[in-house]
């Protein structure tokens, strides 16, 4: 299928702490790829820095072909990489559809004049916008929730929501941090089957996370991070069986109870 997301000896330094030393990962199109590793290991450093919101200190990201090693953000959004975050970033007291609306900005080109004088690409946008956040809820099966406050619903659904609103940006891949983290194993099993579908549906998905029993089902590859070091990389097979990778969780017993199921 071919490489869509390559990182080459990826870098990040805080002052004297090596937050990322040297990560090397290659996503093919069409994976479920994990990453994994102990609290502080650097997990989400690794994705502030593939999506553009760190530069690297050294190293290369080459997503799509594209050298994108220091882009802004918003430029690595439209190349079509979407992310969700570790906390929970919806817009409480809005309703669903306009939180999903938000990530539509990226896509069009009105500006603060064309609202004020209601101009007719401000109208076409708006339309444009509001048509297809109907479209990505329907897709996602969110539709029922069109016009709840973001904030009134359940954490499962607002982290679909959440993932709805990065779907916005017609990404070709989707980053997640921790997305079943604080759910109970309905809410975990539930968005399992979400990101199984989205996948099947073209998406490529890189998605860190604790659950190991999530991680090692739905994911066909998986990159194990340990003080800023890649310590193992491979299918589910190969991470359960490295000895590493049990002295990285067990050796310190950081998850005790959340073993390598
Ligand atoms: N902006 C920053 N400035 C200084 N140090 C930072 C910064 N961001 C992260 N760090 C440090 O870098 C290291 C890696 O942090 P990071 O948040 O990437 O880990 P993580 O693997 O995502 O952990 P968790 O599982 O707890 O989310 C930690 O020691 C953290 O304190
Ligand atoms: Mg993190």
């Known amino acids: 299928m071919g490489t869509l997301l390559e990182t080459q000896n990826v870098c990040k330094y805080f ?3 090596k937050a990322v030393e040297n990560v090397d990962m290659k996503v093919e199109k069409g994976d479920i790829f994990g990453i994994i590793g102990p609290n502080g290991a650097g997990k989400t450093t690794f994705f502030n820095i593939c999506s553009g919101f760190y530069a690297p200190t050294h190293g290369k990201i080459i997503f799509n072909n594209n050298d994108i090693s220091g882009v802004s953000p918003d430029k690595i959004a439209r190349l079509g990489m979407a992310r969700t975050f570790q906390n929970i970033q919806l817009f409480k007291y809005m309703s669903v559809l306009d939180n999903v609306k938000t990530g539509f900005h990226i896509k069009t080109e009105s500006t603060m004049t064309d609202a004020i004088l209601h101009t007719n690409r401000y109208k076409k946008d708006k339309e444009y916008v509001n048509e297809k956040s109907i479209e990505v ?3 996602v099966g969110l539709s029922k929730y069109a016009e709840t406050k973001a904030g009134n619903l359940a954490y499962g659904i607002q982290r679909k929501v959440e993932i709805a609103r990065a779907l916005a940006l017609d990404p070709t891949i989707i980053l997640l941090d ?14 399992r089957e979400f990101i199984k579908q989205l996948n099947e549906d073209g998406y490529t998905i890189v998605v860190i996370e604790h659950d190991m029993k999530f991680v090692m089902r739905s994911c066909n590859q998986i990159l194990v991070l ?8 491979g299918t589910p097979e190969i991470v359960k069986a490295d000895e ?6 067990f050796g310190k017993g950081i998850i005790a109870g959340k073993g390598l199921q």
Do not use: R, W
């Open 15 to 17: 002052g004297g702490l």
């Open 137 to 139: 809820l329907k897709k």
């Open 178 to 191: 921790e997305p079943a983290a604080g759910m109970n194993p309905n809410e975990t099993d539930s968005l």
């Open 226 to 233: 340990s003080f800023g070091q890649k310590i193992c990389e």
């Open 244 to 249: 590493q990778v049990h002295q990285a969780y």
